[in-house]
């Protein structure tokens, strides 16, 4: 729902506070997670939900939103459907809400005919564990040039979303 784009901009912004700090160029991380990205971020997320550009899911903990997934259609040749943003602010890590939140948006994808999934993330991530814990392949990387810096990713990918439910 496009209401709830303030807490899904809130839980990105944080997010990116409490996991890249020291992982990427410390004048694009302050870029990436000041007041006016924030802001930014609230009209993105309120488009997307109302475009219904990509599949959002969320979790909840006394109410509040404190993760989120979006995932969607991707360009990568050999997968189909590709995991955009998986968020969970660091309070509510380690209960098992991220597996559930890839889980779901797996079984949303597969619904809607999808077969794969592949994702991006950053290659000093310790989070790149996780989606190796869940069975992701590294099938690519990349390295972009941004403020103050390079960020090099890796691909993961899952050649069948049902490894994933």
Avoid: C
């Avoid at 997010?15 to 990427?24: D, F, H, K």
């Avoid at 000041?34 to 979790?59: F, N, P, S, Y």
């Avoid at 950053?122 to 190796?132: G, I, K, M, S, V």
């Amino acid at each position: 729902m496009p209401d709830d784009a303030p807490a899904l901009a809130r839980v990105h912004v944080t997010s990116w506070s409490e996991t890249y700090q020291g992982l990427m160029p410390d004048g694009f991380l302050a870029a990436m997670t000041g007041k006016a990205r924030r802001e930014r971020r609230q009209i993105m997320w309120r488009q997307l939900l109302e475009t219904q550009q990509q599949d959002v899911l969320v979790a909840l903990a006394g109410g509040e939103v404190v993760g989120f997934v979006s995932g969607g259609l991707t360009s990568f040749t050999g997968y189909d459907a590709e995991l955009l943003t998986l968020y969970v602010l660091r309070s509510a890590q380690g209960v098992g809400l991220g597996r559930a939140l890839v889980a779901g948006l797996a079984q949303v994808l597969a619904t809607r005919g999808h077969r794969s999934m592949m994702l991006w993330v950053l290659d000093t991530n310790p989070t790149r564990a996780f989606y190796e814990h869940l069975g992701g392949l590294m099938i690519a990387e990349k390295t972009e040039v941004v403020l103050g810096g390079e960020l090099r990713e890796v691909a993961y990918g899952w050649a069948e979303l049902g490894t994933l439910l």
